[in-house]
Structures are given as C-alpha cells and as structure tokens.
C-alpha cells in the first residue's frame, strides 16, 4: 500500500488507516469462521450427549437386568482391557463419525452459503485446501453482496465456483470415508483371534461388550468435541 502526496504526515495517517482497516476485516473473517465452526461443535456435542446419556442409561440398565457388574473379573483376560488393535478400531469409527458429519453440513441446502467448520482432526491435504479455498470465496461473496445484488453476474459466478468446490469436498469426504471403512474392516478381521475367544464368553458378557464398546466410542467423541469447542 501505499500513498503519494506532498503531505508527508497525511500520507502517513492514510496508509496506517488503510492498514487498520484491513487487519480488522481479517480479524473479523477469523471471528465468523470461528463463531460458525463453534456453532457446528455446539450442535454435534448436543447430539452426541443426547446418545451418551442414553447409552449410559442402557448400561445400567444391561448391568441391573443381567447382573453382570464386573466383567474384567468374569471374563478374566477377555475384559482387562482392549488391545491395541480395537483402540485403533475405535479411533477410525470415531473419525467416520467427524467424516459423516462433515458429509451431512455440507449436503445440508441451508448450509450452502455459510463457512464450513473447522476438519475436527481430518487430515487429508487436498481437502484441507478445498476449504480454505471455499471459505475464502464465502468472504468474498459475503463482501460482494454488500455492494452488489444477488442477481449481479459476478456474484453468479462466485456461486458457481462455491458449488464446484463444494461438490469436490464431498468427493474427497467420500472417498475419506471410504478409506476409514476399508481400515475398519482390516482391523476387524485381525481381530478373529480376539473374536474367538470372546464367542466363548457367556452371552449376557459377550452384549455386555458391545454395549461399553458403543458408550467408549461416543465418550472419546465427546471428549474430542469438547477440546475442540
């Protein structure tokens, strides 16, 4: 930036004008990207507390019906603790979850014109430019529209390029998704061993498992919404 004028001190208080101004759009983008992302968080926490306290209730109730309330003892070695590779199962179920989520914002018409919330951990590179580079044509709209009528070609064709973006997300989302079911199944069938084992536990142990392996899952999403919000 800058400004050519005989007035030296002039020059000087309009550029530094110029420069605030700009520095508080750019803190003002970061604040709407952060306020939509944290709304997005807000949303999903609600749902996966709903779930959680619900899974917690069927627990309870499981323990209270069957009475089973020790299963690391009953089970002996079956129920001292989940092996590395259903930790990991764990974990590509819960990122499935974040690319689901992800997939539903974006498929959702209303959310066309909004910002998309932060990759909640999704680490993928291609995608992570597609919404910066999305987010960043949101701004310009968003700036455009101030000035400029809806129905203004350029407008249009920032729409247009929105839409192409928001299509080849998605096609990265599917394919994200597609490779944490691929690991899913990979490490389920290394799991057989286990699994073996566990067909010899007695049944009410055996649905005992799966309940807690369900309420593990929701925990550590909720956990991880939490440090996100």
């Known amino acids: 930036i800058s400004y050519e004028t005989q007035n030296i001190q002039l020059g000087v208080d309009i ?3 110029f420069m605030h101004e700009y520095q508080m759009a750019t803190l003002e983008d970061k604040r709407q990207t952060a306020a939509q992302t944290l709304e997005f968080i807000v949303k999903q926490l609600d749902t996966v507390k ?3 306290g619900k899974s917690e209730s069927d627990l309870q109730f499981f323990r209270e019906k069957n009475q089973v309330y020790d299963p690391e003892k009953q089970a002996e070695l079956n129920f001292q603790g989940m ?4 930790k990991e199962l764990i974990g590509e ?3 499935l979850k974040i690319v689901d989520y992800l997939i539903g914002y974006l498929s959702d018409a209303k959310n066309n014109y909004d910002r998309v ?3 909640l951990g999704i680490q993928e590179p291609a995608l992570v430019q597609q919404v910066i580079e999305y987010n960043r044509v949101q701004v310009e709209r968003e700036a455009m529209l101030k000035t400029t009528p ?4 350029m407008v249009i064709g920032l729409e247009t ?3 192409k973006i928001r299509l080849g997300m998605l096609e990265n989302l599917r394919n994200v998704r597609q490779t944490h079911v691929l690991a899913i199944t990979q490490l389920n069938s290394k799991n057989t061993e286990v699994d073996r084992a566990i067909n010899s536990i007695p049944s009410k142990e055996k649905q005992l498992k799966e309940v807690t392996r369900q309420q593990a899952i929701l ?4 956990a991880f919404l939490l440090q996100k919000q």
């Open 50 to 52: 709903r779930n959680l």
């Open 150 to 153: 809806r129905g203004n070609p």
């Open 83 to 86: 092996s590395d590779t259903k």
């Open 219 to 222: 925990q550590e999403l909720f």
């Open 15 to 17: 550029v530094d004008a």
């Open 161 to 163: 390029t929105l839409e």
């Open 93 to 95: 179920q819960f990122q």
């Open 117 to 119: 919330p932060s990759l």
